[in-house]
């Protein structure tokens, strides 16, 4: 289990971290609303200190032995919204609003991006990864897609499901029928994705609308 850091504290016990032999400790850094990790760096305890003073992400360049504001030469800066560290003290979790949505030196948006020598890109929650297939079938229709059908027919075929989708969720409440309910709110997720992709709405405006409220 992951302890939480009071974020960007000065009474941060930076002594609790467990660094290496070298003195640094890796960080992982991760998108603060979808959980894409974008990359893995090194921190030592200044590194750490300016990121908790600073609220954007320091590291330690192990090749440069220098300090390393992330993004100050390429105006990709993290805004760091979340510090942990995990059960050993070993290790640090850093969640971030990832400014111009890349993180990675050749351009890509995270640095996990290679799977068998082609670019990919990383996986996310369950939902961005099912939005980003219908955008996917946005703009590259197949006409064997239902999704590309829903699509074609616009806000009267796509708010048409969404209506009988909904309803349906309501008949299994009623019914109490657990693994139905899932089923059928898994149809109102996925219907409701059609619409925001139809519209051209973002999936993380919709995460960023319930983080807000939470707050």
């Known amino acids: ?72 030469t390429s105006g990709y ?18 969640g971030v609003e990832q400014i111009g949505d890349i993180a990675c030196h050749t351009g890509e948006r995270s640095c996990f991006h290679q799977v068998n020598g082609t670019v990919t890109p990383p996986p996310a929650d369950t939902l961005s990864q099912v939005f980003a297939v219908i955008c996917d079938r946005r703009d590259h229709p197949n006409p064997d897609s239902y999704t590309c059908k829903l699509l074609a027919g616009g806000d009267n075929k796509i708010l048409k499901k969404i209506g009988e989708e909904a309803a349906e969720v309501v008949m299994a409440c009623k019914d109490d029928d657990p693994d139905a309910i899932a089923a059928e709110v898994a149809d109102l997720f996925y219907h409701s994705l059609v619409a925001l992709a139809h519209h051209q709405v973002d999936v993380r405006a919709v995460y960023q609308k319930l983080q807000d409220r939470r707050r």
């Open 1 to 72: 289990m992951a302890s939480e850091l009071q974020s960007f504290s000065a009474s941060i016990p930076l002594d609790a971290i467990q660094y290496n032999e070298q003195g640094l400790v890796p960080a992982i850094v991760q998108d603060h609303l979808d959980g894409t990790v974008l990359m893995m760096a090194w921190m030592n305890r200044e590194s750490l200190q300016k990121t908790i003073e600073t609220g954007e992400t320091f590291f330690w360049s192990r090749s440069r032995a220098e300090l390393w504001h992330k993004g100050a």
């Open 77 to 94: 800066l993290q805004k760091v919204l979340s510090l942990r560290y995990d059960c050993d003290s070993d290790a640090l979790l850093v």
